[in-house]
C-alpha cells in the first residue's frame, strides 16, 4: 500500500486563502493531481498528514474526501482511511458514456419544447468564439455543456450532471496544451446550431464532440507519466506559514 508521508511541493501562504476558501483550494488540488497520474492509484491519502501539510484543520480534509468520493475518485477502505482510485483508460470510456447519455437526455427534451429560449448558450458560444484563452475556453466549455442540460428542465438530471463537473472541468486543465481552440469552439457552434434547428443530427453532433476529450485524456493516461510501481514521496503544492 503505498502512502503520502511528507508531501512536498511549492509553498503557498495560508494568508493568500481564506479560511472559507480551504475545502476548495484542498479539493482542486487533490483533484487535479489525481487526474494527472501525480497520485497514483491505491495511494491511501493520510487525513492527518495532508491537514498539517495544507496547514489546515482535519474539517476541510474531510470534506474534500467527501466530495471526491461523491466523484469516484477516491473511495473510503472498510477499516477507515481514504484511497486513490484514479482513472484508468476503461474508467475514461465509462464516465464519457454517462455523460453523453446525460446530455442526450436533455438535447432530447430541448428538440421536445418549441418555447426553449437558447440565448444564454448562444452568450455563452459566442463569448468562447471570441476567446483566446485556452483556460477561458475551457471554463466556457462547461458553461455551455451546464447551460444546455439546464435547458433540459429536469432537476434530477442537472444534478447528475453537475457531479460530473468537477472532473470534467479537471480533464480539460489536464489536457488543454493537447487540443486547438478552433476545433473545441466548431464542435458548439454545431451543437448550438442543431439545437437551434430542432435537427436529429444533434445526437450525432453531440458523440462526435464528446469524442476529443475522452481520445486527449486516454492519451495523456497512456503516457506512462508515472510508474504505478514507485514508492517515492509524491509532490503536491502545500501550504505554509511565511518563515
Given at each position: 500500500?503505498?502512502?503520502?508521508?511528507?508531501?512536498?511541493?511549492i509553498?503557498?501562504?495560508?494568508?493568500?486563502?481564506?479560511?472559507?476558501?480551504f475545502?476548495?483550494?484542498?479539493?482542486?488540488?487533490?483533484?487535479?493531481?489525481?487526474?494527472?497520474?501525480?497520485?497514483?492509484?491505491?495511494?491511501?491519502?493520510?487525513?492527518?498528514?495532508?491537514?498539517?501539510?495544507?496547514?489546515?484543520s482535519?474539517?476541510?480534509?474531510?470534506?474534500?474526501?467527501?466530495?471526491?468520493?461523491?466523484?469516484?475518485?477516491?473511495?473510503?477502505?472498510?477499516?477507515?482511511?481514504?484511497?486513490?482510485?484514479?482513472?484508468?483508460?476503461?474508467?475514461?470510456?465509462?464516465?464519457?458514456?454517462?455523460?453523453?447519455?446525460?446530455?442526450?437526455?436533455?438535447?432530447?427534451?430541448i428538440?421536445?419544447?418549441?418555447?426553449?429560449?437558447?440565448?444564454?448558450?448562444?452568450?455563452v458560444?459566442?463569448?468562447?468564439?471570441?476567446?483566446?484563452?485556452?483556460?477561458?475556453?475551457?471554463?466556457?466549455?462547461?458553461?455551455?455543456?451546464?447551460?444546455?442540460?439546464?435547458?433540459?428542465?429536469?432537476?434530477?438530471?442537472?444534478?447528475?450532471?453537475?457531479?460530473?463537473?468537477?472532473?470534467?472541468?479537471?480533464?480539460?486543465?489536464?489536457?488543454?496544451?493537447?487540443?486547438?481552440?478552433?476545433?473545441?469552439?466548431?464542435?458548439?457552434?454545431?451543437?448550438?446550431?442543431?439545437?437551434?434547428?430542432?435537427?436529429?443530427?444533434?445526437?450525432?453532433?453531440?458523440?462526435?464532440?464528446?469524442?476529443?476529450?475522452?481520445?486527449?485524456?486516454?492519451?495523456?493516461?497512456?503516457?506512462?507519466?508515472?510508474?504505478?510501481?514507485?514508492?517515492?514521496?509524491?509532490?503536491?503544492?502545500?501550504?505554509?506559514?511565511?518563515?
Open positions: 500500500m503505498k502512502h503520502y508521508h511528507r508531501l512536498r511541493g509553498g503557498v501562504s495560508p494568508e493568500s486563502v481564506s479560511r472559507s476558501q475545502t476548495v483550494y484542498v479539493l482542486e488540488q487533490l483533484r487535479l493531481r489525481i487526474l494527472r497520474g501525480d497520485v497514483p492509484k491505491g495511494t491511501r491519502l493520510v487525513e492527518r498528514l495532508l491537514a498539517e501539510e495544507f496547514n489546515v482535519r474539517g476541510p480534509i474531510r470534506d474534500a474526501f467527501l466530495i471526491l468520493e461523491q466523484e469516484g475518485l477516491v473511495h473510503a477502505l472498510p477499516r477507515g482511511g481514504i484511497e486513490v482510485v484514479g482513472l484508468t483508460g476503461t474508467d475514461v470510456s465509462n464516465f464519457y458514456a454517462v455523460r453523453y447519455n446525460l446530455e442526450k437526455m436533455a438535447c432530447e427534451s428538440l421536445r419544447d418549441e418555447n426553449n429560449d437558447l440565448s444564454d448558450l448562444r452568450a458560444a459566442s463569448e468562447m468564439a471570441t476567446s483566446k484563452n485556452l483556460n477561458d475556453i475551457s471554463r466556457l466549455d462547461v458553461a455551455f455543456h451546464h447551460e444546455m442540460v439546464r435547458l433540459g428542465h429536469n432537476h434530477f438530471l442537472l444534478r447528475l450532471w453537475e457531479t460530473l463537473a468537477p472532473v470534467i472541468a479537471g480533464i480539460l486543465e489536464v489536457t488543454n496544451n493537447m487540443w486547438e481552440a478552433s476545433e473545441v469552439i466548431q464542435g458548439h457552434e454545431e451543437l448550438l446550431a442543431t439545437l437551434a434547428h430542432r435537427n436529429n443530427e444533434v445526437f450525432r453532433v453531440l458523440q462526435a464532440h464528446l469524442v476529443l476529450p475522452e481520445k486527449l485524456m486516454k492519451r495523456y493516461l497512456n503516457r506512462g507519466k508515472l510508474s504505478e510501481s514507485t514508492t517515492e514521496t509524491v509532490p503536491l503544492p502545500i501550504a505554509r506559514n511565511k518563515p
